[in-house]
């Protein structure tokens, strides 16, 4: 699939979404709190808030695949910020730094 869907109606951290943009992939996401954390709605994915949004931004991407290269590429690259490693690296600091403090 070129184009990855998130409809749900609340999420936690959306790791599926993060792997389709690590994939290089078109999102489109519901307007949940996880995915608006990681989606730039039309800079690095899209944002829908009604069934009809969702129709015309999927036909969007349909009609203008060829041209949304950079979009995919700024996905990709919002996504590895989520590296697990990376993440990994964050948590620890955070004990590291919760730690001095006690």
Not at 54 to 72: G, T, W
Not at 74 to 88: D, E, G, P
């Amino acid at each position: 699939s070129d184009i990855f869907l998130l409809t749900s109606k609340r999420e936690g951290f959306p790791q599926a979404l993060i792997e389709s943009m690590a994939a290089g992939k078109i999102v489109i996401s519901s307007d949940i709190s996880g995915a608006k954390e990681v989606i730039k709605d039309g800079k690095n994915g899209f944002i829908f808030k009604h069934a009809n949004e969702l129709e015309d931004k999927i036909n969007y991407c349909m009609k203008n695949y060829s041209s949304l290269m950079k979009l995919r590429k700024n996905a990709r690259k919002k996504a590895l910020n989520f590296k697990l490693l990376n993440l990994n690296k964050k948590i620890e600091q955070i004990y590291i730094t919760a730690k001095r403090k006690v």
